[in-house]
């Protein structure tokens, strides 16, 4: 796990962005952070315009024009959040991608889920009923860029069950807002 610092107080709610390629456990993660922290959680596939959603089904991976108005909407609920927390997952792959959100609502603070392409294989294997193909996890790991140190966030390991994950990733949350 790697931490960089971040503004903020422990007693002042932070909003998290949960990211990481497809398949690292966002919207598994995510609500159980969110609950464990006392705020409210966000779906990030929720925020996807209906074309999105059509285009990753199909197997094409989405373009940067593609995610601006999904980073935007994001965005949004993100600085609505402020000062009162919230959780809300977003691939956020790229440094641009994340810097469109801390434009949007600069106190945002990311957790990173990282793993193994062979677990992170498995896993989205293994899930039933979303619209993200394993056939993309490639260009996922192709257009990762991971946090920087003058980045806001944690990268949290993906191994082990979720309330493992969700125990390092809130242990490493509360260590930023100290």
Same mark, same amino acid.
């Given at each position: ?28 993660? %995510? ?19 209906? +074309? ?22 994001? %965005? ?19 440094? %641009? ?54 980045? +806001?966030?944690? +990268? ?23």
């Amino acid at each position: 796990m790697s931490t960089t610092r971040t503004p903020g107080t422990a007693d002042r709610p932070q909003v998290v962005v949960v990211m990481g390629v497809a398949g690292t456990g966002k919207t598994t993660i %995510g609500p159980l952070v969110a609950e464990a922290l006392g705020v409210p959680y966000a779906e990030g596939d929720d925020f996807h315009p209906p +074309a999105n959603v059509a285009k990753m089904s199909a197997g094409v991976p989405l373009d940067d024009a593609d995610r601006a108005p999904w980073l935007d909407a994001i %965005g949004r609920w993100a600085h609505d959040r402020a000062g009162l927390g919230g959780v809300v997952s977003s691939s956020a792959l790229k440094r %641009g991608y994340r810097d469109r959100l801390r434009a949007a609502a600069p106190g945002v603070v990311f957790l990173h889920l990282t793993g193994d392409r062979e677990l992170i294989e498995r896993r989205m294997a293994a899930r039933t009923g979303h619209f993200m193909p394993t056939a993309l996890l490639d260009s996922q790991f192709a257009t990762l860029q991971p946090l920087q140190e003058d980045e +806001a966030g944690v +990268a949290v390991d993906v191994s082990g069950t979720p309330e493992e994950i969700t125990a390092r990733a809130v242990a490493a949350l509360r260590r930023l807002a100290v």
